[in-house]
């Protein structure tokens, strides 16, 4: 199988410490499940990378995306596709993943100069805000430009199925 340059961008968990010796700074964190990718996504994402010179962006496994109750189908996508999809985004320097409820873990293991999320974040309740702005980091939500998610395309679709 031929491989394409973007997967390149993909890393294990288990090797983002050496991966991230490779990134430039300042390096910019985000993390989603990035499901069925739509305009706000890549709008957001290149939002959330023009505030550093790298960005990692971790995914929440299949696992993790059942656990937030977005719907029993949900994820739609497998990780492995999610993470291909992002992972061919410009704006996207590596993209890894995570299984717990929450990335913070991975936070303090990447250790990022600026740690996004989008605009239905407060900054105060952004995991990790605390950790990154204790190491002389910034922490930003980004707000929406483009009213669009996954859960209304889901919506639109099984409606137009009906």
């Known amino acids: 199988m031929l491989s394409v340059s973007f997967e390149q961008k993909l890393c294990p968990p288990e090797q983002l410490a050496d991966r991230l010796a490779t990134l430039p700074r300042p390096l910019v ?3 989603g499940c ?10 957001y994402l290149a939002q959330a990378r023009s505030l550093g010179a790298g960005m990692v962006v971790a995914l929440n496994t299949d696992a993790s995306v059942r656990r937030q ?3 029993d189908d949900r994820p739609i996508n497998a990780l492995e596709q999610r993470a291909a999809v ?3 985004l410009e704006s996207v320097s590596l993209v890894t993943w995570f299984d ?9 293991a990447v250790r990022p100069d600026i740690l996004v999320k989008g605009g239905d974040w407060a ?14 980091g910034a922490v930003h939500s980004i ?13 639109k679709i099984r409606s137009a199925n009906s």
């Open 29 to 31: 964190f985000t993390n």
């Open 34 to 43: 990035f499901d069925i990718l739509h305009r706000g996504h890549v709008t």
């Open 69 to 71: 109750g977005k719907g």
């Open 86 to 88: 992002i992972a061919a």
């Open 100 to 108: 717990a409820d929450t990335p913070y873990e991975l936070i303090l």
């Open 123 to 136: 900054v105060d309740n952004i995991v990790g805000a605390r950790e990154v702005f204790g190491w002389g």
């Open 143 to 155: 707000p929406f430009l483009h009213q669009t998610s996954t859960t209304r395309t889901l919506e």
